[in-house]
């Protein structure tokens, strides 16, 4: 870069800097001049949890009051792995798999610590009902689980891509999106669950939730493009 | 008033940190400083009493992000080695 | 002054940051770093103006959906780096 690019450059910095600045300050001052909202959200989700099947606040306003958004949610994930997918490519992977590192300390480690996080999400999925936990936390700590597998070398890529595994994509969308037009077509609004089947419905979502979450990361982290592993010729 | 110290001392922090992740000029020690970042965020969530953010936040936002930069990073470097025969 | 929106004004300092980071920094993964703390600058400002008296469930769903969402989007941001990476040998955008 020539010198006058440079200059202009640097000039150019320190706009942004000033502006992203002076939207901040106005941001903060903004703020303060807020008035404290009038309608209590929080005050009508108390009001109606008894009803929602769940016990914990949160819990139920993300499966149950808010529960579009949630199902909207897990599409964009979804869309997000069949953009990342897309681009996968199979056999480079299955040449990189082989070259993956495979610490024998880090081996013994994720033997002992994969079925206790398999554990812990399992309780995170139940605990979600009356304390926080949840779908999203269980499928986080499920994909963790498959990290560390995938990097202590003990679980190829997705070599092929079998039913199975494209099941568990797509099982959280599905079933939530089941659940919701199962309501319509009873005669409910979309994603209406009946009363008393309320909790039940919600701990059968948040299953799928969490297999799909827990495998949409992995997907995620695997489908990566690996580097390419070149020949080393003489340079 | 103890909370409130421990709050503004939380907040510049939060902002320092990310100031120097951002700032920092070699890769590896941005992702490192901001998976930092990640988690002093969960102490955050922590104190505005939301838990449920707290371990999403420590799960995903700190420990999945951070790998998957660090492994964007090691992508980064690993095109220019020649093939490595054993591991 | 309650203490939720100190960690609101953090936010607000966190989002310009991000916005500088994103726009002034021209390696690619910067630019990924800057995005992900304008996120979450903007979660901290939303849960944090909400919860000026009290706590306040449907924020913290909102946010609790929005990590997960912009998890899923760094992933995909990471990807395409690496497919530009590996298909040019370029890390930054050309002009």
Redesign the interface.
């Known amino acids: 870069m020539n010198a006058s690019v440079r200059i202009r450059t640097a000039w150019a910095h320190r706009l942004v800097a000033a502006a992203a600045f002076a939207f901040a300050l106005s941001l903060v001052a903004v703020m303060f001049d807020m008035p404290i909202a009038a309608s209590k959200l929080s005050a009508q989700v108390m009001a109606s949890l008894p009803q929602s099947g769940v016990d914990h606040p949160v819990t139920a306003v993300l499966l149950n009051f808010r529960s579009y958004d949630t199902l909207l949610e897990i599409g964009v994930l979804l869309l997000a792995v069949f953009g990342a997918l897309a681009s996968f490519d199979t056999p480079a992977a299955a040449a990189a798999c082989v070259a993956s590192t495979a610490n024998p300390l880090l081996g013994s480690l994720v033997r002992a610590l994969v079925p206790l996080m398999l554990l812990v999400a399992a309780y995170l999925l139940w605990a979600g009902s009356h304390r926080p936990g949840g779908a999203f936390q269980a499928g986080a700590v499920l994909a963790a689980a498959g990290v560390l597998l995938r990097l202590a070398g003990m679980v190829p890529t997705f070599l092929p891509p079998n039913v199975l595994r494209r099941a568990a994509l797509l099982a959280g969308f599905v079933i939530f999106l089941a659940v919701g037009l199962g309501a319509l077509v009873t005669g409910r609004a979309l994603l209406e669950y009946p009363r008393e089947w309320a909790g039940s419905l919600i701990l059968l979502i948040e299953a799928a939730l969490m297999i799909s979450i827990g495998w949409i990361l992995v997907s995620l982290f695997m489908a990566a493009p690996s580097p390419v592993i070149e020949e080393n010729e003489n340079t | 008033m103890a909370d409130w110290i421990f709050d503004a001392l939380l907040s510049g922090t939060l902002v320092w940190v990310a100031w120097r992740a951002l700032a920092a000029t070699d890769l590896f020690k941005s992702v490192v400083i901001f998976i930092a970042f990640g988690l002093l965020m969960s102490l955050a969530w922590v104190r505005l009493s939301a838990p449920d953010i707290a371990l999403a936040e420590a799960a995903i936002g700190a420990g999945l992000t951070g790998v998957l930069l660090l492994d964007a990073i090691g992508h980064l470097r690993n095109r220019n080695r020649p093939e490595r025969t054993e591991e | 002054?309650s203490?939720?929106?100190?960690?609101?004004?953090?936010g607000?300092?966190?989002?310009?940051?991000?916005?500088?980071?994103l726009?002034?920094?021209a390696?690619l993964?910067?630019k990924?770093?800057?995005f992900?703390?304008m996120g979450?600058g903007v979660?901290?400002?939303l849960?944090?103006?909400?919860?000026?008296?009290?706590?306040?469930?449907?924020p913290?769903?909102?946010?609790?959906?929005g990590?997960?969402?912009?998890?899923?989007?760094?992933?995909?941001a990471?990807?395409l780096?690496?497919?530009l990476?590996?298909l040019t040998?370029a890390?930054t955008l050309e002009d």
Not at chain 3, 47 to 58: I, K, N, S, T
Not at chain 3, 60 to 65: G, S
Not at chain 3, 67 to 73: D, G, M, N
């Open positions: 002054m203490s939720a929106l100190v960690f609101a004004v953090a607000a300092a966190l989002v310009a940051l991000g916005l500088h980071a726009v002034v920094r390696h993964l910067h990924i770093l800057g992900n703390v979450s979660f901290l400002v849960v944090g103006l909400a919860q000026r008296d009290g706590v306040d469930p449907v913290q769903a909102m946010v609790l959906t990590i997960v969402v912009a998890v899923s989007a760094t992933a995909l990471l990807i780096m690496r497919h990476y590996a040998g890390t």
